[in-house]
Nanobody, 123 residues
Framework: QVQLVESGGRLVQTGGSLRLSCTAS????????MGWFRQAPGKVRDLVSA????????YSSDSVKGRFTISRDNAKNTVYLQMNSLKPEDTAVYYC????????????????WGQGTQVTVSS
C-alpha cells in the first residue's frame, strides 16, 4: 500500500512558477513509476508528466513540454513537478499517481492516487 500526499498548489499569475511535491509513504516508493496528472473543470484527467522508478525515462505531454519538469528523490520518497511559464490553461487540480509499471502510468492508469492540489493561474 502506498499513500500519496500532494502539496504546493496555489494561485499564481500568468508567467509565474510553482513546484508541486508528492510525498509517498511506504518502503517501496523507489520501485514505482510516478506520474503527475491534471483535471480541469468539465474535462477528463490527463497525464502531464511521468518518470520511471530509476529516473531513466521521463515523459511530458506536448502541452507542457519545455515548461514543466518532473523529477524524483527516492531517498525522500518524493516526486516533484517544476512548473514554469504558467498559463491560465494550466489551471486544474493536479494529482500524483504511482504505478508498478512504466507502461501503466504512461497509459494514464495509476495503482495509487493522491487527493490532489489546486493550481490556479490568473490572467
Amino acid at each position: 500500500q502506498v499513500q500519496l500526499v500532494e502539496s504546493g498548489g496555489r494561485l499564481v499569475q500568468t508567467g509565474g512558477s510553482l513546484r508541486l511535491s508528492c510525498t509517498a509513504s511506504g518502503h517501496t516508493f523507489s520501485t514505482y513509476a510516478m506520474g503527475w496528472f491534471r483535471q480541469a473543470p468539465g474535462k477528463v484527467r490527463d497525464l502531464v508528466s511521468a518518470i520511471a522508478w530509476d529516473n531513466s525515462t521521463t515523459y511530458s505531454s506536448d502541452s507542457v513540454k519545455g515548461r514543466f519538469t518532473i523529477s524524483r528523490d527516492n531517498a525522500k520518497n518524493t516526486v516533484y513537478l517544476q512548473m514554469n511559464s504558467l498559463k491560465p490553461e494550466d489551471t486544474a487540480v493536479y494529482y500524483c499517481a504511482a504505478a508498478s509499471r512504466w507502461l501503466t502510468i504512461r497509459t494514464g492508469v495509476g495503482d495509487y492516487w493522491g487527493q490532489g492540489t489546486q493550481v490556479t493561474v490568473s490572467s
